[in-house]
Nanobody, 125 residues
Framework: QVQLVESGGGLVQTGGSLRLSCAAS????????MGWFRQPPGKEREFVAA???????NYADFVKGRFTISRDNAKNTMYLQMNSLKPEDTAVYYC???????????????????WGQGTQVTVSS
């Protein structure tokens, strides 16, 4: 099991940017595929972005061109750079991890084993 801690959330105006971080500990980070999910108020948790061990990426359509997922295995950290933020991006953002093969990438919550506690992102109009 890997422990995950998100940071970097906050309040930002429409069009602004934030960078979320997900710090991992407890296991070899490089062995894990990683993902970002979010849960808007009153809604189900939804996929945002994912990155494999080989650094292949996958994005939800509603963030393509605005968000960038990346990882730094030397720092045991995954990032989500969020640009051109919109009020509908308001949500609690969670990072998730699963130990898997080098090229695997996952986009559904049930495919992940370990989760962080979440960080709130609020975009004001």
């Amino acid at each position: 099991q890997v422990q995950l801690v998100e940071s970097g959330g906050g309040l930002v105006q429409t069009g602004g940017s934030l960078r979320l971080s997900c710090a991992a500990s407890g296991r070899t980070f490089a062995n894990y595929a990683m993902g970002w999910f979010r849960q808007p108020p009153g809604k189900e948790r939804e996929f945002v972005a994912a990155i494999s061990r080989s650094e292949t990426t996958n994005y939800a359509d509603f963030v393509k061109g605005r968000f960038t997922i990346s990882r730094d295995n030397a720092k045991n950290t995954m990032y989500l750079q969020m640009n051109s933020l919109k009020p509908e991006d308001t949500a609690v953002y969670y990072c998730a991890a699963v130990a898997t093969s080098y090229s695997s990438i996952y986009i559904t919550p049930r495919q992940y084993r370990d989760w962080g506690q979440g960080t709130q992102v609020t975009v004001s109009s």
